[in-house]
Every structure is written in C-alpha cells, then in structure tokens.
C-alpha cells in the first residue's frame, strides 16, 4: 500500500534526485510514529517527535476554528497538563522533549507529557478524525483522488514529462503525479476534468 513516508522517501531519491545521506533518508522514512524500525539517529527521533506535536495542535486547531469542537470538549487531562489549545500546548509538548531528553541522553518525552499527548491523539481520532462528518469528507477525498488516478491511467499522455521516467511503471508515475498535488490543485484538476 501507499505510504506518504515512503512516497517523500521516493520523491527525493527518485524525482527530485537528491543527494541526501542515509541518515537523512531514513530521518524521513521513519518520522512517523508506527514506522518501524525507528528513526537510527537522534536528530530523526527529534523530527518524530516534532511532526506528532505539529500534527495534533495543527489538527485541533483547526478543529476548533471549523467549530467540531469548542475547547471544553478537550478533555479535563488534557487540559489541565496542556492547557489552553495553542501555543501553550505546543510549548508543553517540545519542554517535555528537551527536559526528559537532557536527562536520559536521548530524544524522548517524558512519560506525564506523552502519555497526555497520547489521550490527545485518542480523543482527536475519537472525535476528529473517525468522526461521521470527517468520514464523509474522507469518502470524497478518497473519491476524488481515485478520479484523477484512474483518468491519468487512461490519458498518460497528459502527465507532465517531469514525472515520466523510463524505468518507472505508468502506475508509479501517476502516483507520484497525484501524490505530488496540493489539495487546491487537486480540486482544481477534478473539477477541470469532471465538471465543477
């Protein structure tokens, strides 16, 4: 299955042609938390560590803005540990990165402040990210990224010649086009080919 983890991995070593180390490459194929193994260096697990803190208060945060949730729907852990949803939450979350990784010599969060982020990962899926509302949306999207990959297979013609590689089957090559589209872009492309 697709992975975007593996996809940037591919976009640098294959698209963008890159020369980064093996430390990088792995940095970027491991910074997401169910990736195995984990990041080999620290600087990766540091990066892990900042894409589930950027992720989440982005994600509540513009949950929030979008009115699903109102702060009260936090719950009473969460907040109390983190606080008001922001900058405060980020700030708890990269204080209990830096302090617990001083005193264990390694990049890691402490336990208090990890298990809190943890409640918060639960509750959004909870209530954000499996939510009926968002699983509609989540329908359409899916829907209509299966729209552009289908008509690319059928017209490769169209695909820009950056993404035409030789070695590349016409599948990887339409991925990586698709993959590659900005949500307005691919909205903009759909509503091109399929009628607004």
């Known amino acids: 299955g697709w992975h975007h983890a593996a996809q940037s991995v591919r976009i640098f070593e294959a698209l963008e042609t ?36 950027a992720y989440l208060t982005h994600d509540a945060l513009d949950a929030l803005r979008a009115g ?12 109390s540990r983190f606080g008001e949803p922001g900058r405060a939450w980020i700030d708890e979350m990269i204080t209990g990165v830096i302090e617990e990784s001083l005193r264990q010599g390694t990049v890691t969060m402490d336990p208090a402040t990890l298990e809190t982020m943890h409640g918060l990962r639960e509750f959004m899926f909870q209530r954000v990210y499996l939510d009926e509302a968002t ?28 993404y035409r590689e ?23 492309t759909h509503d091109r080919l399929f009628g607004a």
Do not use: K
């Open 166 to 188: 030789a070695d590349a089957t016409l599948v990887v090559q339409v991925v990586d086009y698709v993959a590659g589209m900005t949500d307005r872009f691919a909205q903009t």
């Open 68 to 79: 699903v949730l109102v702060p009260a729907d936090f719950p009473s852990p969460i907040r």
């Open 18 to 53: 890159l020369n980064l180390t093996w430390e990088v490459r792995d940095g970027i194929r491991a910074h997401s938390w169910r990736i195995e193994p984990p990041p080999a260096t620290e600087e990766a697990r540091c990066v892990r560590f900042a894409d589930r803190i």
């Open 135 to 162: 699983a509609e949306q989540r329908r359409e999207a899916i829907g209509l990224i299966r729209d552009l990959v289908d008509w690319h297979l059928d017209h490769p013609g169209e695909l820009p010649a950056s």
